[in-house]
């Protein structure tokens, strides 16, 4: 399959990412900065066949309004397209491991219930364009969807249609984070909401694939979505508190903070229920959704009275998102 490389790469490129494909691996974020990097090879290593060391630390030069993160994350795919080449038999330069350090943890931001409340209103109320005729109907239901399950952002971005039972009120997630699948079962009301949703589009794109297409059925990106959702925010007047602006993977910090509120409103034994959390989240470990307690402890002794004293000796640091 061409993906559309051009650069003196392509041909191996190409064959990189249909190894990634066969393997499992949906690989949508790192083909949108491989392309980047056919595109910088094209321009200025036209007539280059190996991936050398000046190309690559070339590549490897961070951008003035690039976070740590970002940064990282451009050099990732470039470093495993070289092992790759290493693989085959080819000579290529691997960028080190260590070369970008792995930023401090995002502090996120928990939506409160009037944010919540602002933010629907902003998304129900996106305007109908002719060029674009899905998106008013994709971006209200895509972050509800996010905040109802907990989703990760990637995961509704590349949901498969195929893979929403709307008959059982199920979501089927395929090959995740560290290629786990799990299912997610759907409350009542936002199966019906998911109704509405998948009607209204199937009326305009009666052949896609997606569950959340673009006008093209292809995948939105990241990028796209971090962007829609900013617009949203500022429509909002939601600015947050901290260095960082809030972001729609905090609508899964929510959920799963929410979550234990909610359960300890009701009374129950929130250490008995983190398992089932856990595994509806598709956490490889429990310490990873133990770490939502441990997240907001101020926030619980807002809204409840809670004690994190009770679980000071089962909270584990963790050192980044899920």
């Given at each position: ?11 191996r ?7 990634k ?45 690039e976070?740590?993160?970002?940064f ?17 038999g ?7 491991a ?32 002719k ?19 907990g ?13 929403v ?36 589009v ?33 429509k ?21 903070t ?65």
């Amino acid at each position: 399959m061409n993906h559309g490389f051009n650069s003196s790469f392509a041909d191996r490129l190409n064959a990189f990412v249909e190894q990634k494909n066969v393997l499992g691996y949906p690989y949508y974020e790192s083909l949108r900065i491989l392309k980047h990097f056919d595109s910088f090879c094209s321009e200025q290593y036209p007539k280059k066949k190996h991936l050398t060391k000046d190309i690559c630390l070339s590549w490897a030069v961070r951008k003035s309004n690039e976070c740590n993160n970002s940064f990282r994350n451009r050099i990732y795919p470039i470093r495993e397209f070289a092992r790759y080449l290493n693989s085959i038999g080819e000579t290529a330069y691997l960028i080190p491991a260590d070369f970008v350090k792995k930023g401090y943890p995002a502090v996120p931001h928990i939506y409160s219930t009037d944010e919540l409340a602002a933010i629907w209103s902003v998304l129900d109320s996106t305007p109908f364009k002719k060029n674009f005729p899905v998106r008013h109907l994709v971006l209200p239901a895509l972050f509800k969807l996010l905040y109802c399950c907990g989703l990760r952002p990637a995961e509704a971005r590349t949901l498969l249609k195929e893979n929403v039972d709307l008959e059982k009120g199920r979501i089927d997630i395929i090959e995740s984070k560290a290629h786990k699948s799990r299912i997610v079962m759907l409350a009542d009301d936002v199966t019906e909401m998911l109704w509405e949703y998948d009607n209204g589009v199937s009326a305009i794109m009666p052949e896609r694939k997606l569950f959340f297409p673009s006008s093209n059925d292809t995948v939105y990106t990241k990028v796209w979505l971090d962007k829609s959702f900013r617009n949203t925010l500022k429509k909002a007047g939601i600015t947050g508190n901290g260095k960082q602006a809030p972001r729609p993977y905090d609508f899964r910090h929510t959920f799963a903070t929410h979550r234990i509120y909610q359960w300890m409103k009701e009374g129950k034994d929130v250490e008995a229920m983190i398992p089932y959390l856990s595994t509806y989240m598709g956490h490889a470990q429990l310490s990873d959704t133990y770490y939502y307690i441990h997240l907001a402890p101020d926030v619980f002794k807002e809204m409840s009275g809670f004690n994190d004293r009770e679980f000071e000796e089962i909270i584990p640091e963790v050192p980044d998102d899920d």
